[in-house]
Nanobody, 111 residues
């Protein structure tokens, strides 16, 4: 089991950027897969991006070319770089490692 803490959310204008961080309580080296999910009001939680231990990445079609997922094993942290943000990216973003979840961080894209 691993505890996960997200940070980096906030309010940003359309077209802006944010970087989310997901800090793990232990080494992430052996974690087979980690991911970022989001849940907007009234909608189901959806996968945004995932990354395997072998650094294979996968993205939702809606964020391809704008978001980048990566992880720093030395810092036990996973990141989500989000560029060219749109209003429809507004949601609570959660990180996941195998079957564990963080508490979420709010991202609001609005002018």
């Amino acid at each position: 089991q691993v505890q996960l803490v997200e940070s980096g959310g906030g309010l940003v204008q359309p077209g802006g950027s944010l970087r989310l961080s997901c800090a793990a309580s232990r080494s992430i080296f052996s974690i087979s897969a980690m991911g970022w999910y989001r849940q907007a009001p009234g909608k189901q939680r959806e996968l945004v991006a995932s990354i395997t231990r072998g650094h294979v990445t996968n993205y939702a079609d809606s964020v391809k070319g704008r978001f980048t997922i990566y992880r720093d094993v030395a810092k036990n942290t996973m990141y989500l770089q989000m560029n060219s943000l749109k209003a429809e990216d507004t949601a609570v973003y959660y990180c996941s490692a195998d079957n564990d979840w963080g508490q979420g961080t709010q991202v609001t894209v609005s002018s």
